[in-house]
Structure formats: structure tokens, C-alpha cells
């Protein structure tokens, strides 16, 4: 039975996961993990409107380190990429539901129209060395909507070349259908971490 447990042991230390990331800190906001069922870094930062309508709509911020898979092409970046999508958790009109009428007719009404947008398209980086440049962000020059740019893995905007490992970027104001995020520079740095698998992620 030792025998069994210690090769089973030995699987799992051989499955752990472990590898460089960037991990974001920010005044505001929360971590929160890329894949919400699964383990492993939490690399990205969420921040949501502060009303009660609009508090289910998260706005993720991340910072894609080069080799990182980006859909459709799957095809993998050569730069530090920003990628923002969106997270969506129960809105309020689906909650308190007590009985199947009541269900039932809140799964029948149309879902609100969600738009993400921003006051400028420009980010400013800010390296580590104190070198700062500006750099314009596709998704905050259109906008998006958080309900079809909703994981990490949407291609992103360069913001520089190659590999970076420290760097700070802080953000023109954002809104969500008109109501602005509360948000605050995000410091970047790279950093490693092991963790266990999960094998139905």
C-alpha cells in the first residue's frame, strides 16, 4: 500500500506545474486566476464597477509573457502581450429566484447590453529602469464586449520586445457601459510558482 501511495506521490510531483509568470500587484482590484477552476498563478487582476447593476462585470487585466497561445490562429506571441477580457459572474436579475415561475421568466428576459470602453486607447509602461512609453491598446480603441472576450487567451497588444520582467502600466480611465471601473497602476514582475495539477481543468 506504501509502495502504491509513494508512486502516486511521485506522479503528482512530477505533474506539478512550475515555470516563469507575471504576477500583477495593484492598489485596487483582486487577483484573481486565469481559469476559474483551476490551480496555478493568479496572474491576472480584476476590477468591477461599484454599483450593484453592473457589479457582476469583472474586467481582467493580464500580462502574457512571449510564448503564450493566442486564439483563434493559436499561434504564439514573441512579446509581453496586455490582453483585458472580461468575466461575468450572476447578475441580479437571476438572483432570489425562489420558484420555477420565478426562474423561468428571468431566464426569458434578454440579457443587457455590456460594452467595455475606455476615455483613450493609451497605456503608459513604466520599466523598472524608469524609462516610460506609450503604447495604444486595440481592445481600448474599439472597446469590447466583456460576453465575447472572455478568457486570457485572446490576442493582445504588445508592449514592447521581447521578454519583460518588471514593468508597471497604468491605464486611461475605463467604464463599463458608462460607469467607470475604479482602478490603479498595475506593477508587473516575473515570477515562478509550483503548483498541483488538476486533471479535468
Not at 503528482?12 to 500583477?24: K, V
Not at 502581450?81 to 472580461?86: I, N
Not at 509602461?125 to 460576453?147: C, I, K, M, N
Request: proline residues 10%; glycine residues 6%.
Amino acid at each position: 500500500m506504501k509502495k502504491h501511495t509513494l508512486y502516486a506521490l511521485l506522479v503528482l510531483l512530477a505533474g506539478c506545474s512550475t515555470g516563469p509568470y507575471l504576477h500583477p500587484e495593484s492598489a485596487v482590484g483582486q487577483n484573481a486566476l486565469l481559469e476559474r477552476t483551476c490551480p496555478g498563478p493568479k496572474a491576472a487582476m480584476s476590477y468591477t464597477p461599484l454599483s450593484e447593476e453592473l457589479d457582476w462585470v469583472h474586467v481582467l487585466v493580464y500580462a502574457a509573457p512571449p510564448g503564450t497561445s493566442s486564439w483563434p490562429s493559436n499561434k504564439r506571441s514573441t512579446d509581453t502581450e496586455l490582453r483585458l477580457f472580461g468575466r461575468l459572474y450572476k447578475p441580479p436579475y437571476l438572483l432570489n429566484l425562489n420558484t420555477p415561475e420565478q426562474r423561468s421568466a428571468a431566464l426569458k428576459q434578454t440579457p443587457p447590453d455590456l460594452w467595455v470602453s475606455a476615455a483613450s486607447p493609451m497605456v503608459t509602461v513604466q520599466l523598472a529602469t524608469g524609462q516610460s512609453y506609450q503604447v495604444s491598446v486595440e481592445q481600448l480603441e474599439t472597446g469590447f464586449d466583456p460576453r465575447k472576450i472572455f478568457h486570457a487567451g485572446f490576442k493582445g497588444t504588445p508592449l514592447g520586445k521581447g521578454d519583460m520582467d518588471d514593468f508597471t502600466v497604468t491605464f486611461p480611465d475605463i467604464f463599463v457601459n458608462g460607469e467607470k471601473v475604479p482602478m490603479a497602476p498595475v506593477h508587473f514582475k516575473k515570477r515562478e510558482e509550483r503548483y498541483a495539477p488538476v486533471f479535468n481543468c
